[in-house]
């Protein structure tokens, strides 16, 4: 089987006066319907690897391959198409846009993608609020939600354009106790309907309930594991 996202000898390197490492020779491999946390001190570089995964940022070294395919002699049209088609990203502040209601949120990945008509958009908008249980909340804007209201509707949104591929980063870093087991929840019900879901966290207790546990050091995998 194809793995649906690889990384293959990853480096990167910031060209500053003095240059820094984020992420030094990271090879993983991520499977369709998995769900993998990543792990790792305060910058140990976990953003820089998921943006790397995510083609939000380049390597300096080594290669990202989506089914199979190298992806860094895309330009940036062909990367932002990929991107758009591939992942659906989440973040710790869920970077909703404050004057849009929580259906025109999550349509607008669909709107840039260009793929769906508005009714078909709206249709599939509506269905995906209705999953994470936001169908009463559609005509809202985000400052009217609370805090986990929030984040399924970036969950939603991430959704949009039903990717392959999920990645969070601290998607449950600004939430209470209880929400943040529902959004992880969330998460790892997408990998089990065959989703490949990434998440960065902080949360020792909800990484334990992952299959697989990546750990950086200093930019470096020190642990790959499968829990269990
Ligand atoms: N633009 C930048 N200029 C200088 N250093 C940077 C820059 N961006 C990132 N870094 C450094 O790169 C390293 C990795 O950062 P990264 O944000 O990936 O870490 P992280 O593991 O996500 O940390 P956190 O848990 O705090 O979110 C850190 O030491 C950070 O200070
Ligand atoms: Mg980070």
Known sequence: ??????????????????????LTDVSLAFQPASFTVITGPSGSGK????????????????????DGTPTSALDDAARTRL???????????????????????????MRQLGRLTRPQM???????LAQLDMADQANKRPDALSGGQRQRTAVARALANDPPVVLADEPTGAL?????AAVFA?????????RTVIAVTHD?????????????VDGRVVRDAALG
């Not at 690897?49 to 300096?60: A, E, I, K, N, S």
């Not at 020792?204 to 950086?216: K, M, N, Q």
Request: aromatic share 8%; net charge negative; no cysteine.
């Open 122 to 128: 709206k249709d599939r908008a509506m269905e995906l």
């Open 204 to 216: 020792e207790g909800l990484a334990g309930t992952s299959p697989r546990r990546v750990h950086l």
């Open 47 to 66: 953003s820089s690897l998921l943006y790397l995964l995510g083609l939000l940022d380049v390597p300096t070294t080594g290669e990202v391959f989506v």
């Open 176 to 180: 209470d106790t209880k929400n943040a």
């Open 1 to 22: 089987m194809t793995d649906v996202l690889r990384v293959e000898h990853l480096g990167r390197v910031l060209p500053l006066a003095v240059p820094v490492t984020l």
């Open 83 to 109: 991107r758009l088609a591939v992942f659906g990203f989440v973040f710790q502040f869920h970077f909703l846009l404050p004057e849009f209601t929580v259906l025109d949120n999550v349509m607008l990945p």
């Open 186 to 194: 969330i998460l790892a019900g997408l990998a089990q309907q065959g």
